[in-house]
T-cell receptor, first 113, second 114 residues
Framework: EAGVTQFPSHSVIEKGQTVTLRCDPI?????LYWYRRVMGKEIKFLLH????????ESGMPNNRFLAERTGGTYSTLKVQPAELEDSGVYFC???????????FGPGTRLLVL | AQKVTQAQTEISVVEKEDVTLDCVYE???????LFWYKQPPSGELVFLIR??????QNEISGRYSWNFQKSTSSFNFTITASQVVDSAVYFC???????????FGSGTRLLVRP
């Protein structure tokens, strides 16, 4: 069974540009989560989808971040316009149910110059 | 408030030594889940174990063992006879039934020297 996949693995962009990160969860997992770890800080929750609905988006830092999960399968996280402080590693995770184990993807390393 | 504290920022041991990674959590929820994840140098987060708040039974898996004590709000992780391949950053995390997001500790970097 394939694990959580994320694309791209790395992205280097300039301040003000747009970047879109993609996450494909484990097949059959209705719950999808985004987290990020900025330099020197802890891994922080961004948001949680149940199928295509946003269950909790309390961790989204500001309106420059937009997450979607059309059709309840893969998800995208768009940052527009990117700022220097957005640099970090963005992790996606999925789980088969609420409170169940979350399995993580390899992360996308974003560097904003 | 919910919080996870991993007071050990970095630990260095020589191969074959035993090492314990500490994790202390805070929550007012009565139902919650605790996790340990391993982040090897390649960067991915690898799930190691999940415990429910109502199950304080300790667990052993090969060289790994976990000690869950609700009385001290701790969920410590011990590696017996450490190996170089155990070198990684280890994260403890908390998840409440009231909100299914993971709250991570700051991680403990373990270096096992040959």
């Amino acid at each position: 069974e394939a694990g959580v996949t994320q694309f791209p693995s790395h992205s280097v962009i300039e301040k003000g540009q747009t970047v879109t990160l993609r996450c494909d969860p484990i097949s059959g997992h209705d719950n999808l989560y985004w987290y990020r770890r900025v330099m020197g800080k802890e891994i922080k929750f961004l948001l949680h989808f149940v199928k295509e609905s946003k269950q909790d988006e309390s961790g989204m830092p500001n309106n420059r971040f937009l997450a979607e999960r059309t059709g309840g399968t893969y998800s995208t996280l768009k940052v527009q316009p990117a700022e220097l402080e957005d640099s970090g590693v963005y992790f996606c995770a999925s789980s088969p149910g609420l409170g169940r184990t979350q399995y993580f993807g390899p992360g996308t390393r974003l560097l904003v110059l | 408030a919910q919080k996870v504290t991993q007071a050990q920022t970095e630990i260095s041991v020589v191969e074959k030594e035993d090492v314990t990674l500490d994790c202390v959590y805070e929550t007012r929820d009565t139902t919650y889940y605790l996790f340990w994840y391993k982040q090897p140098p390649s960067g991915e987060l690898v799930f190691l174990i999940r415990r429910n708040s109502f199950d304080e039974q300790n667990e052993i898996s090969g060289r790994y063992s976990w000690n869950f004590q609700k009385s001290t709000s701790s969920f410590n992780f011990t590696i017996t006879a450490s190996q170089v391949v155990d070198s990684a950053v280890y994260f403890c995390a908390l998840c409440m039934d009231s909100s299914y997001k993971l709250i991570f500790g700051s991680g403990t970097r373990l270096l096992v020297r040959p």
